[in-house]
């Protein structure tokens, strides 16, 4: 694993144990990290302070941790619609409003929760010496503003301001205290009563700000200010950033709304499906082409040594569910056998007259794999097809359906449907502009040994054209719902957002981001399919609520197996939920055990 991926790794680490407090400590259940922001439902929730937003390069987990404390508070202690309607509209007097009431929700932290408050007071110090050292303290404006954040803090929440900066803070907050000394007073007498508490912080916050203003007229910017140009120096930075922290490890997709789909309500349109197709991929590369792709990916696949039995074994584990398999008669205790009374006549010292309910571990669950065969997927598609063609090898032997599916474009830059579209008059926002072309590699119903051609036609570099996720999602789930498995998993492979040229420059830049991100919504919601992104070199949880980034510029092993089955068993299904199976309970099932380092709850976790 590469240093990115790592650290990509921890990240999603970390944002799960953190939505998990923020969830307990709330008692919000829909809240969740995606994209390194917190979401409630599909909604990403504002950044309220920058000490909100830790970074993984620079902070411990302990900042995690009371950033996290700090959202939970912010969420339990806070009326929105009233805090919306005090706001300020001066950007920097709206942001120190925001800080101040940030600091008063984690003021309220019980008394009976120490910990809560250490976490609390740990960030708070780690951000103030994080700011301080930056270098942000040398200048008037930036020393202003930490010189208010520390006093606020310490007047609200009675603790000591951070001792390191106390000297340094000390004349200008002698400065400030006869404009704010009344207001900062009912700070802390206030903080119980979020509209007596927001007058006085709305009149320290608008003073500060025109103190910050008067800094920055003509003739009275310190010289020194001249040399902070760069956005990581200037404080500004540091206090509005509300689009989160800094990019750690594998960097995550960047996504927006459109604003054509919210003026249409989310109704998204497509100009022309006239030349919409789904095609049989092998149908499209001639037979002696495609054995020697077959070739080719076989040649790959076996120079990579890879344990396709114990991914099996893993996969067995985690997605089997116990089903009735027979009885096993002649047993000392369990349901009376009516077969066996007779003997209990003829030998009243009998005892084997019961019989137990025999399991086996069945896994009737179906794995489809989509894969976005856009332009920019072509340098990865060795890797691609390997990937998927040991899953579903290892799927077949552990009992389980899967489909390999793919999605493209007709054209380049729209096609027919553009020049459909032009000699139409070019009338504004049609929607999408392209031919989509759904492509079939390895269906349901088919076995691996005759659909492996199929699957090297993966390696057919022309099918690589453009891509509209959010319609290929909903196809694939389509697909899905009419099958009988009672357990549907679509894991989505793509390195990128949706990106279709004419669509976007016909539309907006985010129409088909948009677009995607509701239907993955929409489907996640319904709970009739589990939707997986992993992102190639590309952090996918903007769209994904569970989502893996993958390394795939480097030779394949078997740990980048472990990390998609660890991404899938993070997620068990309610089905599961309800009756947990242990296979542990005969010889022929502990065959069967487990043989992956997963906690996935099933087998002997060896």
């Not at 050292?133 to 010189?147: I, N, V």
């Not at 054209?411 to 504004?428: F, L």
């Not at 009672?486 to 948009?514: F, K, W």
């Amino acid at each position: 694993m590469t240093t990115a991926q790592a650290q990509a790794r921890h990240q999603q680490k970390v944002e799960a144990l953190c939505s998990a407090a923020i969830r307990a400590l709330s008692g919000e259940t829909d809240l969740h990290f995606r994209g390194r922001r917190l979401h409630r439902g599909r909604i990403a929730l504002p950044l309220h302070a920058a000490h909100l937003t830790p970074s993984l390069t620079h902070d411990d987990f302990g900042s995690f941790r009371g950033a996290a404390d700090g959202m939970a508070l912010r969420l339990t202690h806070c009326d929105a619609e009233l805090h919306r309607g005090l706001c300020p509209a001066d950007p920097l007097a709206r942001t120190l409003f925001e800080l101040l009431e940030q600091l008063r929700c984690e003021a309220l932290a019980p008394a009976a929760m120490p910990g809560l408050v250490r976490n609390l007071r740990h960030r708070h110090e780690q951000w103030s010496l994080a700011f301080h050292h930056s270098g942000l303290t040398d200048t008037a404006r930036g020393l202003l503003l930490y010189t208010v954040a520390q006093v606020c803090r310490a007047r609200v929440s009675a603790q000591p301001v951070v001792e390191a900066t106390e000297g340094l803070i000390e004349a200008t907050r002698m400065a400030i205290a006869p404009a704010l000394g009344h207001a900062l007073a009912g700070l802390r007498r206030e903080r119980t009563d979020q509209a007596a508490y927001a007058r006085h912080a709305l009149a320290i916050a608008q003073r500060v700000a025109k103190m910050v203003h008067g800094l920055d007229e003509p003739g009275a910017v310190e010289k020194q200010e001249s040399d902070l140009d760069d956005d990581k120096r200037t404080p500004f930075k540091l206090w509005l950033d509300l689009d989160g922290g800094d990019d750690d490890g594998i960097s995550a997709v960047m996504s927006g709304h459109s604003r054509v789909l919210d003026e249409a309500g989310g109704a998204y349109r497509v100009f022309s499906d006239a030349y919409d197709q789904e095609l049989r991929a092998a149908t499209l590369v001639r037979t002696e082409v495609l054995k020697d792709y077959r070739a080719r990916l076989d040649r790959r696949i076996a120079g990579q040594g890879l344990n396709t039995a114990r991914l099996a074994r893993q996969l067995k584990a985690l997605l089997a569910r116990p089903a009735h398999d027979g009885w096993d008669g002649g047993q000392e205790e369990g349901h009376i056998d009516g077969r066996r009374l007779a003997q209990l006549i003829v030998s009243p010292n009998e005892r084997r007259l019961f019989r137990v309910e025999r399991q086996e571990p069945v896994a009737v669950c179906l794995v489809s794999f989509l894969i976005d065969c856009s332009g920019s997927m072509k340098q990865h598609v060795e890797s691609v097809a390997m990937l998927v063609d040991v899953f579903v090898r290892a799927l077949e032997q552990a009992g389980a359906a899967s489909e390999v599916l793919g999605f493209t474009t007709g054209a380049w830059n729209g096609g027919r449907a553009q020049r459909d579209w032009q000699r139409a008059g070019r009338p504004k926002h049609p929607g999408r502009l392209n031919e989509v072309s759904h492509l079939v590699f390895k269906d349901a119903d088919t076995h691996w040994r005759r659909a492996r051609d199929g699957i090297a036609a993966l390696l057919r570099a022309d099918l690589f054209r453009e891509g509209i996720d959010g319609e290929a999602v909903d196809w694939a789930c389509t697909r899905m719902e009419t099958r009988t498995e009672g357990r549907r998993l679509l894991i989505v492979i793509s390195d990128g957002c949706p990106m279709d040229s004419a669509t976007q420059q016909a539309n907006d830049e985010y129409y088909l981001d948009h677009h995607l991100r509701d239907v993955v919504a929409r489907r996640e919601q319904e709970g009739a399919v589990e939707i997986y992104g992993v992102g190639v070199g590309l952090d996918l949880s903007p769209y994904y609520a569970r989502a893996q980034a993958l390394d795939l510029s480097k030779a394949m092993g078997n740990e980048v197996f472990d990390e998609i089955v660890g991404m899938m068993a993070g997620s068990v299904s309610p089905l599961d939920r309800e009756k947990p199976f242990d296979m542990s309970g005969s010889r022929k099932q502990a065959k069967l055990a487990c043989g992956c380092r997963l906690d996935c709850g099933l087998g002997n976790g060896a």
